[in-house]
């Protein structure tokens, strides 16, 4: 059996501002709402390109989308 996810490369890009994104969301909201509004379930942190990311980060990251489904 394969297991197909879709994301994107990001989530943090000021193009969807009032796009993607409501025009009012705060920054610190976009990625609870990327994950419980606009149905992702993975995502590519790309940041990685230039530096691994901190544990703190990561937790952070996965402390708001695991939130956001309760």
Known sequence: ???????????SFPDWRGTVY???????????????NLGFDCLEVNVTYY??????SAEAMEKKTLSSHS
């Open 22 to 36: 409501p025009e009012n969301l705060k920054k610190e909201e976009e990625l609870v709402y990327y994950n419980r």
């Open 1 to 11: 059996m394969s297991i197909i996810k879709v994301g994107t490369s990001g989530f």
């Open 51 to 56: 530096t691994l990311i901190s544990p703190k």
